[in-house]
C-alpha cells in the first residue's frame, strides 16, 4: 500500500480508504471487513452518522483491532477516521451529533468531520452563517476534532466557491475517468493545499466492478475499472480513493483491478499502453455517437423544466458508446427521486420550448436527444443507500 500526504490535515492516508456506507449485514461482518482491511494496508476509514449503524460497527472493528483481538494490533493513532454530519442544526444540535458520533465510534476523537452534503447555495450559506458552526470550531479547539472538511454532490461552482471559503482542509467530490466535471475543483483544491477524496470510483464511477464486454475489449489489457484507478491516481492532487467493501470477500476484487503490487507504482505518469487505452475509448465515443455527442459543456443550463441535461446526455453517451445501459439506467433512475443529492428531472420532461438551442455550440437536437435517453435508460426509479 502506498499513503499520501491528505493535505494541510498533514494526516498521511493509504491511497484507498475503506468507505463503510455498505456496512449493512452485521457487526461481526464489519470487524472482519475491516480487519481485513487493516491487514493490506488501508489505515483510514470513512462513514456518517446517517449510514444507519456503519458508526457503531466501525467503532467495535477500532477497539477490536487497537486491543488485537483479532490478531491485528494498531495503536488507535495508526488509524484516521473520518465521519460526516449533515449542515442543518444551532450549536446545540451540532454539539450533540459530535458527541454522539463520538460515542458509537468509541473513541475520544474524531481525525477528519466532514459536513456532509454542500449540495445547494443554501447549505454554504449554512457553513457561512450558522451558529452550528460554533459547534464544530469549538470541538476542534478541544481536539475532540482534529481536521474539517466537506462532501459535495453539488456542481462545479458551488463545490468551487465552497472551496475559496478556506474554511476547510479537505473535500469529498466525485471525479471519474467517465466523469471529469469537476478537475477544475480538484486543481483548486490542491491549490489550498486540500486533502481530496475521490468518492466510489468503482460504483459511482461507472459500475466498473461489472462492467460490459465492449468496455472490457476497449480497456484491455486493463480492466475498465484498473484503468480508472490509475487515471485518478496518476493525478497527485488526489489522496485517496474510497473502496466500498461490505464484506472481506471483496477486498479481493482490489487486488483483482489494481494488485498491492501495481501500487508502488500508481503515482506515476500513465504508462503508453494506459493511454493508448484512453485514446481508444476516445475514438470509440466519438465513432459511437457522432454529431449526437454531447461535449458536457453545461452551456445548455439552466433548464426552464429543471431537467439536468449534460448529465441526462452524458449517460446516453455511456449507454451509446460503451452499451454501460446497466450503469445508466441506475443513474438515470436517481432523478426526481433523491432529492439534492441527485437533481434534475427526466428526459421526458422536456416541453421542447428551445431555450437550450441556441447555446448548445454543437447544435445538438436536446429536446430529441433527451427523449431517446428517456426511451432508452427508463425503468425503475432509484434511491440511495441512505436517505
Same mark, same amino acid.
Given at each position: ?288 455517437? %457522432? ?11 439552466? =433548464? @426552464? +423544466?429543471?431537467?439536468? #441535461? &449534460?448529465?441526462? !446526455? ?32 427526466? %428526459? ?11 447555446? =448548445? @455550440? +454543437?447544435?445538438?437536437? #436536446? &429536446?430529441?436527444? !433527451? ?17
Amino acid at each position: 500500500m502506498r499513503y499520501r500526504r491528505f493535505g494541510k490535515t498533514n494526516l498521511h492516508l493509504s491511497v484507498f480508504s475503506l468507505g463503510t456506507m455498505r456496512y449493512l449485514e452485521s457487526r461481526e461482518t464489519a470487524i472482519a471487513t475491516t480487519v481485513k482491511a487493516v491487514e493490506m494496508g488501508i489505515n483510514h476509514f470513512e462513514t456518517a452518522r446517517g449510514y444507519g449503524n456503519s458508526e457503531i460497527y466501525l467503532g467495535a472493528a477500532i477497539e477490536e483491532i487497537v486491543r488485537g483481538g483479532k490478531g491485528s494490533k494498531l495503536a488507535r493513532d495508526r488509524l484516521h477516521i473520518t465521519t460526516k454530519l449533515p449542515p442543518v442544526g444551532d450549536a446545540a444540535v451540532i454539539e450533540r451529533c459530535i458527541d454522539q458520533s463520538l460515542e458509537r465510534l468509541g473513541v475520544d476523537y474524531i481525525d477528519a468531520l466532514a459536513i456532509h452534503g454542500i449540495n445547494k447555495p443554501s447549505h454554504l450559506e449554512w457553513v457561512l452563517n450558522s451558529p452550528g458552526m460554533e459547534a464544530i470550531r469549538q470541538a476542534i479547539a478541544d481536539r475532540r476534532v482534529r481536521h474539517l472538511g466537506f462532501s459535495t454532490h453539488g456542481s462545479l461552482d458551488l463545490i468551487q466557491a465552497t472551496i475559496e471559503t478556506d474554511l476547510f482542509e479537505f473535500v469529498n467530490l466525485h471525479y471519474y475517468y467517465f466523469f471529469q466535471r469537476n478537475a477544475p475543483a480538484v486543481e483548486l483544491a490542491a491549490q489550498k493545499d486540500m486533502g481530496v477524496f475521490i468518492i466510489s470510483p468503482a460504483d459511482k464511477g461507472g459500475r466498473l466492478h461489472n462492467p460490459p464486454d465492449p468496455l472490457k475489449k476497449l480497456c484491455h489489457p486493463f480492466s475498465p475499472l484498473g484503468l480508472n484507478y490509475r487515471f485518478l491516481l496518476s493525478n497527485r492532487a488526489i489522496t485517496t480513493l474510497s473502496f466500498g467493501a461490505a464484506t472481506p470477500e471483496e477486498l479481493h476484487s482490489l487486488d483483482r483491478h489494481l494488485p498491492l503490487r501495481a501500487l508502488d507504482w500508481c503515482h506515476l505518469p500513465l504508462t503508453e499502453a494506459e493511454r493508448a487505452a484512453i485514446a481508444r475509448l476516445e475514438r470509440q465515443a466519438q465513432t459511437a455517437l %457522432g454529431s449526437d455527442k454531447c461535449s458536457q459543456c453545461y452551456a445548455c443550463l439552466p =433548464c @426552464p +423544466e429543471e431537467i439536468h #441535461i &449534460p448529465e441526462v !446526455l452524458r449517460l446516453r453517451n455511456l449507454a451509446v458508446a460503451y452499451q454501460m445501459t446497466d450503469y445508466s439506467q441506475y443513474r438515470y433512475g436517481m432523478f426526481e427521486n433523491a432529492g439534492h443529492w441527485f437533481p434534475g428531472r427526466k %428526459g421526458n420532461r422536456c416541453t421542447e420550448c428551445g431555450d437550450c438551442l441556441p447555446r =448548445c @455550440p +454543437e447544435q445538438l437536437d #436536446i &429536446p430529441q436527444l !433527451l427523449q431517446d435517453t428517456h426511451d432508452r435508460l427508463k425503468g425503475k426509479a432509484g434511491r440511495r443507500l441512505w436517505g
